[in-house]
């Protein structure tokens, strides 16, 4: 089975400031990779993903992420945030090529922007 | 606006008491699924279902039940609700690899 691994619970930053988030994923065949974003109070939005080709993704809000197969990562990344991407981020898995259906979620990371 | 609908939004509950939390979708999605939230633990998945009349069991079933009797509806029922039940209830559905989630049901199991 598939897991999800966000290392960093809690974040603390500056607007302006630049942002990556990490995520790991274990699982040994073809996967399909979200990053969603759960502002406060909300419920969760899809910020970007990644199904294949360029490992690159760009999101909304200036926001993307690198698929790196090689390290089963997935960081997420933002050059400057503000102070509205005060927010909770979930990385998440499918597996392609099993008959499971749902997305398997990481623990998620708090971020807290200061003005 | 198409969507999911989750209701009710809140619900305090006694303990041992029945309770169904409500999910409908007009998307036409095919898969629904329930997850949990809780803090440090992320979404945990409940039960699912792939299609209307077919469901199955997640990480975390015990205590749940579900029905998909139709495409649009997929009720989630807590039997005997416990303490441990107090979580915040998101309803999801699938079109494709991506996944769509309702506002969430706030449920304090007291």
């Known amino acids: 089975a598939q897991s999800v691994s966000q290392h960093n619970h809690h974040v603390i930053l500056s607007e302006a400031a630049s942002l990556e988030l990490g995520c790991n994923y274990s699982?040994?065949?073809?996967?399909?990779l979200f990053w969603y974003v759960q502002y406060p109070g909300q419920h969760l939005q899809l910020l970007l993903k990644y199904f294949s080709g360029d490992p690159l993704v760009k999101g909304i809000k200036g926001f993307e992420a690198e698929f790196i197969k090689s390290k089963f990562s997935f960081n997420l990344r933002k050059p400057s945030v503000q102070w509205s991407d005060t927010a909770e981020y979930f990385c998440?898995?499918?597996?392609?090529?099993?008959?499971?259906?749902?997305?398997?979620f990481g623990s998620g990371t708090r971020l807290q922007v200061q003005p | 606006i198409a969507g999911i609908t989750q209701a009710p939004t809140s619900q305090i509950l006694a303990a041992g008491r029945r309770m169904t939390l409500r999910c409908t979708q007009d998307?036409?999605?095919?898969?629904m699924y329930w997850y949990r939230q809780d803090l440090g633990l992320g979404l945990r998945l409940i039960h699912y279902s792939n299609t209307a009349g077919t469901t199955g069991k997640g990480e975390v079933p015990d205590g749940y039940s579900v029905s998909r009797a139709n495409t649009d509806d997929f009720p989630l029922t807590l039997a005997s609700a416990v303490p441990s039940q107090t979580s915040v209830y998101f309803c999801?559905?699938?079109?494709?690899?991506?996944?769509?989630f309702g506002q969430g049901t706030r449920l304090t199991v007291v």
């Open positions: 998307m036409r999605h095919n898969a």
């Open positions: 998440a898995v499918k597996a392609r090529d099993t008959g499971r259906r749902a997305l398997t």
């Open positions: 999801a559905s699938r079109q494709g690899a991506e996944a769509f």
């Open positions: 699982y040994g065949g073809t996967v399909n």
